[in-house]
């Protein structure tokens, strides 16, 4: 007989063994229905629906409408904040480079004090005592050195 440890339906453990080469019996077993049923396109009858998306819709654009202005402000104040820094960072690398610009002419370092003020120039070229040390930076240059000689002739005109 068969081992009644698989299973407790009388088709199992009352199978017989089979015969070598031949095809596996397969068990009984219950026909499963098949889904017959028909669907048709039609419209919904659901009203909740349409009036939540409407809902949904107005409250969204009230959020949007709300917070749009405080953005702009908030963007407004930022840049503002950045442009005085930006202002601050400025004046700043101006003064450092005016003081080295002025150690190095007093120390005989020309060239040097000439490239500093040439950065200090591309930061404020409408600087008085600016371009005051500039100009005598370059008459030294172009006289002693004879060195940049165009540059003099351009800013003394």
Known sequence: MGFMGFGMQKWIYSMRPRKPYSMQRKGSFTVIPTYT????????????????????????????TLAIPHYLENARLRHQQEVAWAIKKENRAFKFLLKSGKWRLNKGRISGAYSEFKLAYAIRPNDKELNKLLLETLEILCLDYNRHCENYNELKL
Do not use: A, E, P
Request: proline share 0%; hydrophobic share 50%; charged share 15%.
């Open 37 to 64: 049923r028909k669907f048709k396109l039609q419209h919904s009858t659901n009203d909740g629906g349409y009036n939540f998306g409407i809902i949904l819709f107005f409250v969204m654009v009230l959020v949007i």
